[in-house]
């Protein structure tokens, strides 16, 4: 049977900057946050059975604990009551990785189930709803590249001109959890205005520590920063490299050794998930 897929992209952290810690124990972070057209995707088949079921398992997390099942049934008050689902995921994103593949995930639950079950939230409160899963799942429900504040909630859209990356797992997971967590952390780097941002202006700075603690990721940084600008994303573990040029990247990517998986993606201001809600939403006002 033919499925209709919901697109769960990746993102990248252009640069990710901490500023301190607020009172709840999260840390105060800057970054720009890239929206990428590669990712999961999602298929949902609703039904009256009042339940939510993912008919997909992934290895390590339990049903009732994936972020996908959380948001469903987050949404489901804001349904009708006998309002259920059976949701299929494409799993392609490395978990763990910095590319937000389960908050992308929980967020595109939220919007299709929004639009599929009728609950007419705003884009605001839908952002509310999945700030509560995870820091990132906002940027993935608004679905605009933006330039982020607080905790990751406070988005500024943010349009950057077309870029290629290649984006490289070195094939370990780092909790994020973890590396807020290390006293060594450095969380004092001064606040940046969106208007004096440039690549070389900013960095990452987790990097170093996941460095530090995990030798392959040196190691990736190593090899790529001879290719292209190259940078961490996230608190890890993946790193990219950034192009101009989608051949150029994918002529880095077939030099890349055999261990280290990889994946080329455009850099996009809006979300092919958001593309698609467009889509469906045309569609449905045609009929
Ligand atoms: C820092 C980022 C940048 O994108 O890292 P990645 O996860 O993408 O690598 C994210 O905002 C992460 O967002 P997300 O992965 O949703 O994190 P959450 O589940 O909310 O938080 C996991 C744990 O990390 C810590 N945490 C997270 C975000 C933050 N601003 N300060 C923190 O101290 C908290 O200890 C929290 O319990
Ligand atoms: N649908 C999901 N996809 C991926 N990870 C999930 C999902 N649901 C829950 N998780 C948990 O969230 C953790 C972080 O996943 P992920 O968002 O891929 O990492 P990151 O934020 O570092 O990119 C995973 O290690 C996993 O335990």
Same mark, same amino acid.
């Given at each position: 049977?033919?499925?209709?897929?919901?697109?769960?992209?990746?993102?990248?952290?252009?640069?990710? $900057?901490?500023?301190?810690?607020?009172?709840?124990?999260?840390? !105060?972070?800057?970054? @720009?946050?890239? /929206? #990428?057209?590669?990712?999961?995707?999602?298929?949902?088949?609703?039904?009256?059975?009042?339940?939510?079921?993912?008919?997909?398992?992934?290895?390590?997390?339990? $049903?009732?604990?994936? &972020? /996908? *099942?959380?948001?469903?049934?987050?949404?489901?008050?804001?349904?009708?009551?006998?309002?259920?689902?059976? /949701?299929?995921?494409?799993? !392609?994103?490395?978990?763990?990785?910095?590319?937000?593949?389960?908050?992308?995930?929980?967020?595109?639950?939220?919007?299709?189930?929004? $639009? #599929?079950?009728?609950?007419?939230?705003?884009?605001?409160?839908?952002?509310?709803?999945? &700030?509560?899963?995870?820091?990132?799942?906002?940027?993935?429900?608004?679905?605009?590249?933006?330039?982020?504040?607080?905790?990751?909630?406070? #988005?500024?859209?943010?349009? &950057?001109?077309?870029?290629?990356? &290649?984006?490289?797992?070195?094939?370990?997971?780092?909790?994020?959890?973890?590396?807020?967590?290390?006293?060594?952390?450095?969380?004092?780097?001064?606040? @940046?205005?969106?208007?004096?941002?440039?690549?070389?202006?900013?960095?990452?700075?987790?990097?170093?520590? *996941?460095?530090?603690?995990?030798?392959?990721?040196?190691?990736? @940084? $190593?090899?790529? *920063?001879?290719?292209?600008?190259?940078?961490?994303?996230?608190?890890?573990?993946?790193?990219?490299?950034?192009?101009?040029?989608?051949?150029?990247?994918?002529?880095?990517?077939?030099?890349?050794?055999?261990?280290?998986?990889?994946? *080329?993606?455009?850099?996009?201001? #809006?979300?092919?998930?958001?593309?698609? @809600?467009?889509?469906?939403?045309?569609?449905?006002?045609?009929?």
């Amino acid at each position: 049977m033919s499925r209709d897929w919901w697109p769960s992209p990746a993102k990248l952290n252009l640069f990710l $900057h901490i500023l301190g810690r607020l009172d709840s124990g999260y840390h !105060q972070l800057q970054s @720009l946050f890239q /929206i #990428l057209d590669y990712g999961d995707r999602l298929a949902f088949d609703i039904n009256r059975s009042s339940t939510v079921q993912l008919d997909t398992h992934i290895v390590g997390v339990a $049903h009732d604990d994936n &972020l /996908i *099942v959380r948001a469903a049934r987050l949404l489901k008050p804001h349904a009708a009551t006998d309002a259920g689902v059976r /949701i299929f995921l494409d799993k !392609q994103l490395p978990m763990g990785g910095g590319i937000g593949g389960g908050s992308s995930n929980a967020a595109t639950t939220l919007v299709a189930l929004n $639009h #599929l079950w009728q609950c007419n939230l705003t884009e605001d409160a839908l952002a509310e709803l999945g &700030l509560s899963l995870g820091a990132d799942v906002p940027i993935f429900v608004r679905g605009r590249t933006a330039f982020a504040n607080g905790v990751g909630e406070e #988005l500024t859209p943010a349009p &950057l001109a077309p870029c290629w990356y &290649l984006v490289v797992n070195p094939g370990v997971h780092v909790s994020t959890g973890e590396v807020f967590s290390l006293p060594e952390l450095p969380r004092n780097t001064p606040a @940046l205005s969106w208007a004096s941002y440039s690549f070389e202006n900013t960095r990452n700075d987790c990097q170093q520590i *996941v460095c530090d603690h995990y030798p392959e990721v040196a190691n990736l @940084l $190593h090899w790529l *920063v001879h290719y292209a600008p190259s940078r961490m994303t996230g608190t890890g573990a993946c790193v990219f490299a950034t192009f101009t040029d989608q051949n150029e990247a994918s002529e880095v990517q077939a030099k890349l050794p055999a261990e280290w998986t990889s994946f *080329v993606a455009k850099g996009v201001n #809006l979300s092919p998930l958001q593309q698609k @809600l467009q889509d469906v939403i045309a569609a449905s006002d045609m009929n």
